[in-house]
């Protein structure tokens, strides 16, 4: 009988900095792109369907293109206990779009979030990577209007 | 290498080390259900069908996987296991549709032998979106029925590790979780050829030999 | 017990900026008490003998963890810093790696040396990427002050998703794959990172090591109870006057914590641990914050007597079935039968038979489920069920009225 094989037998390490790769260029174009996939998985040697496997797993990462900013208000208990709903109500009002949704012009994409470590500052988003905390009505126009 | 004691239902079992729960208990004549679990194929531990009590651990754990240990005693089919394993296939049934009653794969489907064995009766769990995807018959050698799919993995190991092709991934999470290829595309004869060798591998009706010519658009 | 500052001790006092603040603290002693005086056996015995718990939430012994790591005959060990702080209501992590990354550095340092690793990673979570600068330059400054010789530390950062905080699924992310929960065994310390030796601790456990080697495993088992030793931060949110941080002596109250500290009233419950923490109903207040009784990773969210149970457990659902990874059955369906039940009970549609499938479930999940996730996600819902039945049974009759007013039972 043969000594059990593992999950990980089949792993090579060239494969360290996909999600590095993957971030790059989410981070450079918006969005990770099928020619980006194609090409990673070509460059990697693995199969179209798994860069796309892993692209779709993580929710940092979107295959459509996202906006120039990319609002993340956290829904997750802490926050919505201090009135997240009313804070993504304002957000859907300033900017016009639903959660899930991108501005036509491109430059806001609108999303929720699970808990992002920011429950002492409830209720909480992200915006790109800065964070912003105890947030108001008042307070969201003020921080849309300085995205420029 | 060395040798392993130890007792599965109340039956000694002598194995080399580094056999798994499921091997040995098949060297004293015990029989464990599985789903994901192929001797072809490097284990993924993924259905959960397979569980088994050891003595001593504060969970079940999964017999095609776990090597075992000398001294382990192991029970499969404790209630503990028994109810474990009724529930997951339960809920296996309850997240998929499909052709189940009038397909004429279902007599080939290992879900419905096992909850036909555990006596399930009438479903004590629901699912808001059970899966539903349309059949996939742009292959004259694979029919995909993605509803029947309950995500066993063992078409991707199978098209990997031994077809050495790599046709399949798995996307998105959570139940959304699915076999994909490509970008969530069709199968096409472009990406996939004729060896059908997942379709051998698949424990359900979700990969098939298209029988019906009309079929294949 | 009262507050203590350990962890926290340089919190406030040192500039995260600059390395030579740190160094007035007696900053790096521990570290050059450890190459000078001290083998690596001998730092895994210290810790072993300080009887420290992981932070993170699972609460295993740390030394016994590096003695497992430290015996293997490897070319090749890793050590992994986990800083994927993704558990709802928990920002300890976080508070440490923005006020005081050294005493960090100076752990890994210390745990590296102890298990024989030269190689570690951190892996920090997409969400905390702002701390990245802070993190890289604090390195950046201890390696030109000749402090991290022989010491390749990486920055991993994560992608999104809290599952890469479980132990396993976090070395699968880091191989450049879905971040998905292995079995085990081969447990990380003997086959983890690419199949080697792997030890793998939170912010806040490494954070500890530089304190118990300055001072010694005898100092630090003097604090606390007899099976948890030292003082656990703790991030406090929900209903409090006083949201934060805070470091108590463990075996502390609960009462201290949230009342006295955080000034809590009218309160109704508390959850701790995060999202697969255990609730504490106001009757257990003075429940003492250990390993013997609750803690996980310290997270703490206090719900007033405004607040609803089945609300509190469905967006608690919905949260695990967003984040489940999709691999095993009982988590992937499990969670997403929970949230059929749980949103129709919060939305005034339960049935008489829900409580039963919800324990049928529970029991199934915990039992079977690869990870950690999947095996604790019931915990709240049957802890609710243990303390506020009366409120998923005041649900039920309320739907069924409502249906049969309708006409339908």
Redesign the interface.
């Known amino acids: 009988m043969n000594t059990i094989q593992t999950q990980d037998s089949l792993t090579g390490r060239e494969r360290e900095n996909l999600l590095r790769k993957l971030k790059q260029a989410q981070h450079d174009f918006g969005y990770v792109s099928k020619d980006m996939m194609t090409e990673t998985a070509q460059s990697l040697g693995l199969s179209i369907g798994e860069v796309y496997g892993i692209t779709t797993f993580y929710s940092f990462l979107s295959v459509r293109p996202l906006g120039k900013f990319v609002i993340r208000i956290c829904k997750s208990i802490p926050c919505y206990m201090q009135n997240a709903e009313m804070i993504i109500a304002c957000v859907a009002d300033e900017i016009g779009i639903k959660p899930g949704e991108t501005t036509g012009d491109g430059k806001f994409s609108f999303e929720l979030t699970n808990c992002i470590g920011a429950c002492d500052i409830a209720p909480a988003m992200l915006i790109n990577h800065q964070v912003y905390g105890q947030l108001t009505p008042g307070k969201i126009a003020e921080i849309l209007r300085g995205c420029e | 290498m060395g040798k392993i004691t130890a007792t599965i239902n109340g039956t000694e079992a002598h194995v080399d080390e580094g056999t798994t729960i499921l091997e040995a208990a098949r060297t004293v004549g015990i029989e464990i259900p599985t789903l994901c679990h192929s001797p072809d194929l490097i284990p993924t531990g993924n259905c959960r069908v397979c569980v088994v009590e050891v003595e001593g651990t504060r969970t079940l754990v999964g017999s095609c996987h776990t090597p075992i240990a000398n001294g382990m005693v192991i029970h499969t089919r404790s209630p503990r296991v028994l109810t474990a394993r009724k529930a997951t296939v339960e809920l296996l049934m309850a997240g998929h549709t499909g052709e189940c009653v009038t397909d004429e794969h279902t007599s080939e489907c290992d879900l419905r032998k096992l909850a036909d064995e555990l006596e399930g009766g009438a479903p004590r769990f629901l699912m808001r979106k059970p899966r539903w995807y349309p059949i996939e018959a742009f292959n004259p050698y694979v029919r995909r029925d993605m509803s029947q799919c309950v995500l066993c993995r063992k078409c991707i190991s199978a098209c990997r590790e031994i077809a050495k092709k790599n046709v399949y991934g798995i996307a998105y999470r959570g139940f959304a979780a699915k076999v994909i290829v490509d970008f969530d595309d069709p199968l096409t004869t472009e990406i996939c050829r004729d060896c059908g060798i997942c379709i051998d591998y698949c424990p359900t009706g979700a990969l098939s030999k298209p029988t019906k010519k009309s079929e294949v658009k | 017990m009262p507050e203590k500052r350990i962890l926290l001790k340089n919190c406030g006092r040192i500039d995260p900026k600059n390395i030579d603040t740190y160094l007035a603290q007696d900053g790096f002693k521990a570290w050059q008490k450890t190459q000078k005086e001290m083998t690596p056996d001998a730092v895994v015995a210290e810790i072993k003998a300080s009887e420290l718990r992981g932070r993170g939430g699972a609460g295993f012994p740390c030394g016994l963890k590096w003695e497992l790591a430290a015996r293997e005959e490897s070319d090749e060990k890793f050590l992994i810093c986990n800083a994927d702080?993704?558990?709802?209501?928990?920002?300890k992590?976080?508070y440490l790696l923005q006020n005081d990354p050294f005493t960090l550095i100076e752990g890994i340092a210390i745990a590296a040396y102890a298990i024989g690793a030269g190689k570690c990673c951190i892996y920090l979570?997409?969400?905390?990427?702002?701390l990245l600068d802070g993190l890289k330059n604090a390195i950046a400054q201890a390696r030109e002050k000749g402090l991290l010789d022989g010491l390749d530390i990486d920055i991993?950062?994560?992608?999104?998703?809290?599952i890469c905080g479980e132990e396993s699924a976090l070395m699968d992310?880091?191989?450049?794959?879905?971040?998905e929960a292995?079995?085990r065994?081969?447990f990380p310390p003997s086959?983890g990172l690419?199949?080697k030796p792997t030890i793998i601790n939170n912010v806040e456990t490494l954070s500890t090591i530089p304190h118990i080697v300055l001072n010694g495993a005898q100092w630090f088992h003097e604090i606390g109870t007899e099976k948890s030793t030292g003082t656990k931060l703790f991030?406090?949110?929900?209903?409090v006057a006083k949201?934060?941080?805070y470091e108590l002596v463990l075996g502390s109250s609960l009462k201290e914590l949230v009342v006295d500290i955080c000034g809590a009233d009218n309160i109704k419950m508390v959850?701790i641990g995060g999202?697969t923490g255990g609730i504490v109903p106001y009757s257990m207040i003075s429940t003492p914050l250990a390993y013997e009784t609750v803690l996980g990773s310290g997270?703490v969210?206090v719900?007033n007597e405004s607040?609803q149970v089945i609300d509190?457990v469905y967006?608690?659902m919905d949260?695990l079935?967003?984040?489940?990874?999709?691999?095993?059955?009982?988590c992937?369906?499990?969670?997403?039968?929970m949230?059929?039940i749980l949103?129709r009970l919060a939305t005034g549609d339960g049935r008489q038979?829900d409580i039963?499938?919800l324990e049928?479930?529970s029991?199934?999940m915990?039992?079977?489920?690869?990870c950690g996730l999947g095996?604790a996600a019931s915990i709240p819902v049957l802890d609710t069920l243990k303390y506020f039945r009366n409120e998923y049974e005041t649900r039920i009759q309320q739907s069924l009225f409502l249906r049969s007013l309708r006409g339908r039972i």
């Open positions: 702080e993704g558990e709802v209501g928990a920002f992590d976080r979570r997409a969400e905390y990427h702002y991993h950062e994560g992608a999104g998703a809290y992310s880091i191989e450049g794959k879905r971040g292995r079995y065994p081969p086959k690419w199949g991030s406090v949110s929900g209903d949201p934060g941080v959850q999202a997270a969210t719900f607040r509190f967006r608690t949260f079935a967003a984040e489940s990874c999709g691999k095993c059955t009982p992937r369906e499990g969670t997403e039968a949230i059929e949103g038979e039963q499938a049928d479930l029991g199934t915990m039992l079977s489920s690869l095996q």
